[in-house]
């Protein structure tokens, strides 16, 4: 598992005084992109400089608790299932208090570059996310 | 079925060039938006002048093809099920080719505004969930 | 002038009721990419078939008045300056009523696609921006 | 001065590569919620809980180097000019090269939560400013 400490922005949140259930999807995006970079995977270097992508082919997110500007999280990120060419992320957003305020879950499938074709996960991606499962 | 236009802006994209995916979900709330606004249950009034609210407990969504900044989309919306307490918004976003780039659901719990307890769906909204279903 | 019709959604807005400062910029940035389609300058093609590129230098807004959720903006784009290398945009973002709820002004810059140097504004881009100078 | 550690997200970029300019002031305001919470005045309470409100009147930011997904951040944040019923906070966004990526000024009016009528700073508001003056 690997834990991400954020917390919720005023732009976070609507009219309503919430969350905007979209945002839960951005926050799980920021833990994904901060186990990236800390595993020598970032986002920048993937895109620009690497021969494979991860589109985002399916996300799904249950919502809890309401959630308030300055809510303090942790977002626990864990590999739900590695597949050849595929992988499936789980995030759980942890309040202070300990209890689950919202879960997300996105499955990636790995492409070429080019022809964005499906292509096996790369060793450092697969190893990565093994660390985590 | 409710057709909303809209398209996809620079901000909805990011380095990888194509549609930022939790930014699939901002345009279907987008859709259901302007759809209660049509439909005299604005947000405005939903949120500062009613007795209830509509919190989204469950969202998920499909990606099949990549968006780009401009491209412009018809976001159809339907109301896939009218329960008691609650309802699922089916969104389709299709390109201007005619073919689905995505699909979206969002799930809502009608609440009370004071003691956030489940209530049945004021008829108003119930009505107008009809005509789309 | 060009005239872009738009709403305040409800991810615009935050848990004080009103638009987040930072989406007035978003949304005047919605009016110009609008303004760029309408004149065959659409960001799609600018950014990846164009030898140039338009950065912004420097933006600045006035908050005049607020702005909720449902609101009706007809944002009135006009060129304020056009320069040899570079050119002000400013938005007006006029209500319902007539009346400004808050102002933008973008300064961009042409530079070529590869080296980052600024270049004389493409003949098309003048002319479009004569247009509404 | 009070720094404020960040990093761009794939979600603040854009097609064109760059962190989108609108969300260089996000990332700004970012750094004053961060400040303002470490002060005992986090915007939860502030808008739920106290009896003024500080809209934003004016926002202005430059743009000096391009940002890219992954790109550490360090926001200082200077309260500029402290009026009696106002006051301006100036951010500088720093690189890892110790270099200046963008700056920001945002001046804020103080306003009674109920008539919106402009109202001398809180005193503790005035003396966490005057930390960071």
């Known amino acids: ?8 922005k005023l732009h976070d949140t609507d009219t309503a005084g919430f969350l ?3 945002h839960q999807f951005k926050i799980a995006h920021d833990a994904y992109e901060d186990f990236m970079e800390a595993v020598g995977l970032g986002f920048g270097r993937i895109i620009n400089a690497s021969d494979f992508l991860l589109p985002i082919v399916h996300a ?10 300055g809510d303090k999280l ?8 590695i597949g050849k060419t ?8 942890v ?7 919202g879960k997300v879950k996105t499955v990636h499938v790995c492409v ?19 660390t985590i499962a």
């Open 1 to 8: 598992m690997y834990t991400f400490k954020t917390s919720v």
């Open 112 to 130: 070429d570059n080019i022809k964005k074709k499906k292509i096996p996960l790369p060793e450092k991606l697969r190893k990565a996310l093994e």
């Open 74 to 81: 942790s977002v626990q990120l864990r590999a739900e299932k």
């Open 95 to 101: 309040g202070l208090d300990g209890s689950s305020a």
């Open 86 to 93: 595929s992988f499936t992320l789980a995030y759980n957003l």
């Open 60 to 69: 799904e997110a249950d919502y809890k608790a309401v959630l308030g500007v």
């Open 20 to 22: 905007f259930f979209a």
